[in-house]
């Protein structure tokens, strides 16, 4: 089928308009108790899902190190084994987690863990390139991002990633990755029609930035799935939802969200 394709940025790297966001499909892993997947999921549907993706011609999949704790990245490589040139890869990178445990154990921005993660997720996925490597730290502060600009470079200049970006909704961090060296070329970050971001899309229209955008379906909401009654289980991060999820509350969806999205 045809499908709409744009430039990612300025890396001369062509991706579907439509991606396949990862999150979901790298099943359970918790801080503590607080749960951060979307509950149980099927490998196996996942591993069909993307290759179902893949056929109808979306050719970009976003996931992360530590979403499932590393699992997400195993599944999204299994499903791709074989057919890695048809797909164009986004990870990210930042926070530390244990793989055996699958608990979150905080964050890391040195230079030296960007080597350490940009290693294990090209052997997680299965691969000997990451097309688009993003800082998942949203609010980092500049002058230490701007001290992994460097690394980011050589890795580039290596042939281990392609891009690079941030993934932030900051705007003032989008800029600090959009004045950096060619290799930056995207900003992930939240949009869709309940929630506009005028400042970052004009950081990426200064400086010919991807806008990657997450949460385009307000994680479910505006799927039309949910409703005043719908409840999520626990080990989902919607059912237990942490102060920064904003679309979830009490284990449903929140009312004045739902009202949003009625309107």
Known sequence: MAVTTRMLGRSGIEVSALGMGCWAIAGPWAEGSQPLGWGAVDDDESVRAVRRALEEGITLFDTADTYGAGHGERVLGRALAGRRDEAVIATKWGYTFDEATRQATGEDASPAYLRRAVTASLRRLGTDRIDLYQLHLADLPVPRAEALIGVCEDLVA????????????????????????SGATAVQHA?????????????????????????????????????????????????????????????????????????
């Open 158 to 181: 290596e042939g281990l990633i392609r891009a690079y970006g941030w993934s932030t909704d900051r705007p003032d961090r989008a800029a600090a990755f959009g004045q950096a060296a």
């Open 191 to 263: 949009l869709s029609v309940l929630r506009d971001a005028p400042e970052v899309l004009a950081v990426c229209d200064k400086y010919d930035l991807a806008s990657v955008n997450q949460g385009p379906l307000g994680m479910g909401l505006l799927t039309g799935k949910y409703t005043a009654t719908s409840t999520l289980p626990r080990d989902d991060v919607r059912g237990l939802a942490p102060g920064w999820l904003e679309w979830f509350r009490g284990g449903r969806p929140a009312p004045e969200w739902l009202r949003r999205v009625g309107a």
